[in-house]
Each structure stands twice: as structure tokens, then as C-alpha cells.
């Protein structure tokens, strides 16, 4: 009992916060971050990917604080396809997300990516095939077009304008004061939600990887603004590989595969209308309390 008094253990536990806040910081900056420190495996090759189809085999894996938070976890998310994680509030749907990019390694099992497992890949391909959209898009000093430019630091002004346009961003941007080069960030003119939620999904865009991963909003947006936001993801997902945290009904519904997640187990996976016709199955529950909006 005295060894959970341990400094040792009490600085471990520190350890693990501070990389939590490092692990949300990597997250806002959509996964492009260059760790020049970290150490790939001896040997290891880059990703290639054909379709990107993501399978978790067994995965176990904690924090570091003893509590388990996945637990022997499998699951495939099909090449091109949507997969949507749903359940309670730390089920493990966001733990699922931070392994893929390899902010954290499992502790057992492997995740594998068109069958290379993604802890014997280079973590520069392996992020290279990724992009990343958040419930809250960060903005950072700068202009319109440096923040979309973010996504793909070698993208021309046409890469920047053509993803703008998919994502819904063109005409907002033009109607700003100076256009792509309107100054943004705390210092900048202020971009409602929704325009924040556009520009992101825009750095996401222009990086034209083939898996996205995407944490979806929880709060609304106004109708207008979610409208937008919603045609914007609707293009960035399309023909891709998408694992998302699904807070919205429509989303959820229209996913080719859900993945029911409990106290870090998968519960049950199917379609919503499988799912639905389960009895007493857990989806058929959170669907009946409305945990997931049904409001869109
Ligand atoms: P939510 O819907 O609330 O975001 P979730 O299903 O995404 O929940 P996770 O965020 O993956 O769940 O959390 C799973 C468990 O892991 C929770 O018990 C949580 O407290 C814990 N946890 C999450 N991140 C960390 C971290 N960085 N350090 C320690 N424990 C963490």
C-alpha cells in the first residue's frame, strides 16, 4: 500500500499528465508534428497503403496508472468506409483515436494498417497517411492561408484555394477584409464556429491523406453554419477511411459499421439497424436514452 505514496510512482503518474497535455496539444496541431527525437524501429519501412483498412487486433492498453482503458479491443474499420465509435463518456473512444497516430503504443495486441503493423512503420508515413479534424479547430497566429497551408506545408495557392473550396471556406474567406491573407488567431478578425470548423476541415483536405479521423462536434452550430460544416465533412470523408467519435444521429445512422464501445470493451459492432434490433442491446439502450443528438 506504501508503494502508491512512492515518489517514484507519484512522479510516473505526473509523467503520464503531462504527456495527456502534450498528446491534446499534438492533436490541436492535426497530427502534422515532426518528432525528429523519437526513434523508429530498427529496420522500419514506410506505410503503403491500397484502401488504408485499419484493424485493431487485441489491443490492450493503459494509461500507466494500473486502469485498464482498452481492453483486448478488436475491431475493422474497411478501406473507404465510415466506422463510428459510440458509448458513454470514457468508454476509450478517444484513446482508439490518440493510438493510431502513435501518440501511444498499445501495451498488448497490434493495430495494423493494409496488414503492416503500424509499430514496425516510420511514424513520418505513418502520419503522413493521416488527417485530423477536432470538436474545436485551433487557429494559430497567422493568416487564412498559412492556417490552411498548416495541413501540407508544400501546398501551393491553388492546393490552399482548390481545399478551401471543397470545404466550404471560399466564399467566407473572400468576403474577409483580405481575403486568404486576412490576418486570423487572437490577434486576427474572429471566425464564427463554424468558419473555424470549415477552415480546419480545409487543413485536413489539403493534406489529401486516405484516413481520417475525426472527433465530431458536440455543441450546434448555428443552422445555417452546420449546414455548411456538414457538406464539408461530407466531401472530406467521402472515399476515405474514417473513424469518427459520432455525437450527431445522421452520422451515426449513416456509417457503414458502428462500433459500441463499453468501460474500454467493444460491446457490440454492426449497422444502426442491426444494432437497433438488438433487445436490450447497448446501442438499442443509448439510442433510446438519446445520448447520441438527434436534433440534426
Ligand atoms: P469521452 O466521450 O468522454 O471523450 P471516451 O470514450 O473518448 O470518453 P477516453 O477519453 O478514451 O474515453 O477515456 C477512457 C478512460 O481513460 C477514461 O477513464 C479516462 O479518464 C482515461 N484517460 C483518458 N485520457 C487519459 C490520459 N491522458 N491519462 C490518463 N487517463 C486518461
Do not use: C, W
Request: aromatic content about 6%.
Amino acid at each position: 500500500l506504501l508503494m502508491a505514496y512512492d515518489p517514484a510512482r507519484r512522479l510516473a503518474r505526473l509523467q503520464v499528465r503531462v504527456e495527456a497535455a502534450v498528446t491534446n496539444a499534438r492533436m490541436l496541431y492535426e497530427i502534422l508534428d515532426i518528432e525528429p527525437h523519437q526513434r523508429d524501429v530498427d529496420g522500419a519501412k514506410s506505410l503503403v497503403t491500397d484502401n488504408a483498412r485499419i484493424e485493431f487486433r487485441d489491443v490492450t492498453f493503459s494509461y500507466g496508472n494500473g486502469k485498464p482503458v482498452l481492453d483486448r479491443v478488436s475491431f475493422v474499420a474497411e478501406g473507404g468506409k465510415t466506422t463510428a465509435l459510440v458509448g458513454p463518456s470514457g468508454a476509450g473512444k478517444s484513446t482508439i483515436i490518440n493510438l493510431i497516430p502513435r501518440f501511444y503504443d498499445p501495451e498488448g495486441g497490434s493495430i495494423l494498417i493494409d496488414g503492416q503493423d503500424i509499430a514496425m512503420v516510420t511514424k513520418s508515413s505513418l502520419r503522413e497517411h493521416l488527417a485530423y479534424v477536432s470538436q474545436q479547430p485551433y487557429l494559430f497566429e497567422g493568416t487564412i492561408r498559412d492556417n490552411i497551408r498548416y495541413g501540407r506545408p508544400d501546398a501551393t495557392d491553388v492546393q490552399v484555394e482548390e481545399a478551401a473550396r471543397l470545404a466550404y471556406a471560399h466564399d467566407f474567406i473572400l468576403a474577409q477584409p483580405m481575403g486568404y491573407d486576412t490576418p486570423v488567431g487572437e490577434n486576427g478578425v474572429t471566425l464564427s464556429g463554424g468558419q473555424r470548423q470549415r477552415l480546419s476541415i480545409a487543413r485536413a483536405l489539403v493534406r489529401n491523406a486516405p484516413i481520417l479521423l475525426l472527433d465530431e462536434a458536440t455543441s450546434a452550430l448555428d443552422t445555417e453554419s452546420e449546414a455548411f460544416v456538414q457538406k464539408a465533412l461530407d466531401t472530406a470523408m467521402a472515399g476515405r477511411t474514417v473513424i469518427v467519435i459520432a455525437h450527431r444521429l445522421s452520422t451515426v445512422v449513416n456509417a457503414d459499421k458502428i462500433v459500441v464501445m463499453h468501460e474500454g470493451k467493444v460491446a457490440e459492432e454492426g449497422t444502426h439497424e442491426s444494432l437497433s434490433a438488438r433487445e436490450n442491446g447497448l446501442y438499442a439502450r443509448l439510442n433510446n436514452l438519446q445520448t447520441v443528438r438527434t436534433d440534426i
